[in-house]
Each structure stands twice: as C-alpha cells, then as structure tokens.
Nanobody
Framework: VQLQASGGGLVQAGDSLRLSCATS????????MGWFRQAPGKEREFVAA??????????YYGDSVKGRFTISRDVTKNTVYLQMNSLKTGDTAVYYC????????????????????WGQGTLVTVSS
C-alpha cells in the first residue's frame, strides 16, 4: 500500500487549505485512514481519522482542530481529504497521511503506532 499526500503550501492565518491522500496498491484492504502532523521541535500530533469502509462514516479529531478541520473520503478515487479552515500559525507542520487495514479501538485512534502505512508528508506553513 502506498500513500501519496499532497496539497500543502504557504498560506496566511485565517485561510483554508485542502490536503489530499491518494492510495494505491491493495487499497481495498484498508478500513481506516487519518492524518498526523509534526511541527519542528514538537512531538507528532494526531489530527483526524475516519473509517473508509462503505458502511461506516465515523470520524475523529484532535482537540486542537475540532470545528476547523474536516476529514472526508472519496471511495471511488481511493482518496482521503483534510479540509483545513481558519488556519492558525500553530497549524504549521508536516502533515502525514496514515492508514491501517483494521479499524482500531476508539481509544487507539490517536495512537500513531496503530498505523502501519504512512505517506511521505506534505508541509503546511501558516504565516501571521
């Protein structure tokens, strides 16, 4: 399974940006995908995740992005999106797309070690 993240860039505070994560190679076995981010000098942080199966629309968000970010999917394109609105300078980070084959327990959704597949990351820079 390969994950290709894209859509990062330089924006101003208050702007919006949409990240995409395209999947290939055995993607039919994936059931759960999400996003983590890591800012310079900081620990990796859970951003959002969701089920990508047809009959499960569950979504999860980190506290710092709730109400501003939305994770969505296009099953026909094997792609997951992260719509980021009202961006803040604190959102500046490299964003990584992640995936796993089996839906994790609710308590483990934000655990980076639960995800076997990682994309290469896309840089989001928010200026003031």
């Amino acid at each position: 399974v390969q994950l290709q993240a894209s859509g990062g860039g330089l924006v101003q505070a208050g702007d919006s940006l949409r990240l995409s994560c395209a999947t290939s190679g055995g993607t039919g076995s994936l059931s759960f995908m999400g996003w983590f981010r890591q800012a310079p000098g900081k620990e990796r942080e859970f951003v959002a995740a969701r089920s990508v199966t047809w009959n499960d629309g569950s979504t999860y968000y980190g506290d710092s992005v709730k109400g501003r970010f939305t994770i969505s999917r296009d099953v026909t394109k094997n792609t997951v999106y992260l719509q980021m609105n009202s961006l803040k300078t604190g959102d500046t980070a490299v964003y990584y797309c992640v995936a796993r084959r089996i839906r994790p327990a609710r308590s483990a959704v934000s655990d980076a070690s639960m995800y076997a597949y990682w994309g290469q990351g896309t840089l989001v820079t928010v200026s003031s």
